[in-house]
């Protein structure tokens, strides 16, 4: 059992340096001059919109089939079951303890996306998993284990996403507004598509704007009139259906579309695509076994998804960088209350291990309702343990929070994941319960 603990502990330790270290490289890009402020909020935005949706594509299209399909089921239930209970704990906990609003999104999202991974590959080389699923099976075990993780963070990502925003701002906004109170979202965004942009907009010259920048189209200027006209009649017809409709279904098109976001989106086309098996042999086979697309978008959509993880916590190095400099001017900086830090800390390193890891084992042991598969169990029990995401931060970027906001979050996640080996108690105790259940 010592021997044990200290191997995960020494996971756990690799994995949290891991990802301080990443911060670091963030504060040093930062601190040098080679990264923005504005230019890390674009980045987070592009992981949300574009990184994350390519990796939940390749991960639950390649991991899921036919067969196995149900097991997936009791990560769903359970990823709902944990992220609402933690919203509604966090919610009593800001109104009876009068806690600043980012402790709602704190505690009610944690880690499971880079942290697990990260933990899971320093788990995989020392060995610790092979005792649940043999040691000849440690790799597949390990894979299906990296697929629990992201099928419960489609369930985060869509809760968050859909309505974190109005839990950090005290209002719903969508991710594409900008913040009327922080002057640095006024700036344009270069996203080359004219945010400014109105329907008044369509046949003007870019001369009458002066040189082309950097959001001058590429694209000829038939095509950008063409594509202009395009959208116009297309939004115009969809929002004349709309009106139209009876008020009971343009309330459940509103509340139905406010959880369709990017990580959505790419969850559904990797279920689409995993469930499909002729879609799956296209997208993830061999060449000679009918995978014609894998070679080059598959495999295109998969680099561009495995950047999501390291580019998401550089950007929270750059919000660090920016608060410490606030810091050391005399500006604000972003207070961090300690009472928030705590209270995080207790829910996700002690409350919830105390829940999960013998509800799980009680559940695998005395009941049929999960699947016969130790790794499996050994996921359900860690899923809502560990600390807050990174893409709390990400989400006040795209909420329109002050940037006192933001810096104060960048600091409150830089100490999570120093405190991060904490959870390698959690990690034995798992493991444990599972090899137990197993018996």
């Not at 505690?107 to 092979?130: D, I, Q």
């Not at 400014?196 to 694209?219: A, H, I, K, N, Q």
């Amino acid at each position: 059992m010592a021997s044990e603990f200290l191997i995960s502990f020494l996971g756990a330790v690799q994995a949290s340096l891991s990802v301080l270290l990443t911060i670091g490289f963030g504060v040093a890009a930062a601190q040098f001059g080679l990264v923005t402020t504005q230019a890390a909020e674009e980045v987070s935005r592009l992981c949300v919109k574009v990184l994350l949706p390519c990796l939940l594509i390749v991960k639950l299209g390649s991991e899921l089939n036919i067969d196995p399909a149900g097991r997936y089921v009791p990560i769903v239930v359970w990823a709902l079951v944990t992220t609402i209970t933690s919203i509604l704990i966090g919610k009593v906990a800001v109104k009876f303890f009068h806690l600043p609003a980012w402790t709602v999104p704190a505690v009610a999202f944690n880690n499971t996306e880079s942290l697990p991974l990260l933990l899971l590959e320093s788990l995989e080389t020392t060995g610790v998993l092979a005792t649940l699923v043999g040691k000849g099976e440690a790799s597949e075990g390990i894979e299906r284990a990296r697929t629990y993780f992201l099928a419960c963070s489609v369930i985060n990502n869509i809760i968050t996403f859909s309505q974190g925003a109005k839990w950090i701002t005290g209002k719903q906004q969508s991710p594409d507004e900008d913040s009327s109170e922080d002057p640095e979202n006024q700036q344009t965004r270069g996203n080359g598509q004219g945010g400014d942009t109105s329907e008044d907009m369509d046949g003007v010259d870019e001369d009458s704007f002066g040189e082309p920048g950097e959001r001058t189209s590429l694209l000829p200027n038939k095509v950008v009139d063409w594509e202009r006209r395009l959208g116009k009649d297309f939004g115009s017809r969809l929002h004349g259906y709309f009106t139209s409709s009876l008020r009971s279904v343009r309330s459940t098109l509103a509340a139905v579309g406010t959880f369709i976001n990017p990580p959505f989106v790419g969850a559904a086309i990797g279920l689409i695509i995993g469930l499909l098996p002729p879609l799956h042999r296209l997208f993830f086979n061999d060449m000679d076994q009918g995978g014609y697309l894998n070679a080059w978008l598959t495999s295109s959509i998969k680099n561009v998804g495995q950047l999501f993880m390291s580019l998401q916590v550089i950007v929270v190095g750059v919000k660090l960088s920016l608060s410490l400099r606030l810091m050391k001017e005399g500006q604000k900086a972003g207070k961090l209350p300690p009472g928030p830090v705590i209270f995080v800390i207790v829910v996700r390193f002690i409350l919830w291990p105390a829940i999960s890891i013998p509800l799980i084992w009680a559940l695998a042991t005395y009941t049929n309702l999960l699947a016969e598969d130790p790794m499996l169990w050994w996921t359900l029990m860690m899923m809502p343990i560990g600390p807050t995401a990174m893409k709390v931060l990400a989400l006040a970027d795209v909420s329109g929070a002050s940037e006192n906001i933001r810096m104060t979050i960048a600091r409150f996640l830089t100490l999570s994941y120093v405190i991060t080996p904490i959870v390698s108690i959690a990690v034995v105790a798992a493991l444990e319960a599972a090899k137990a259940a197993k018996q």
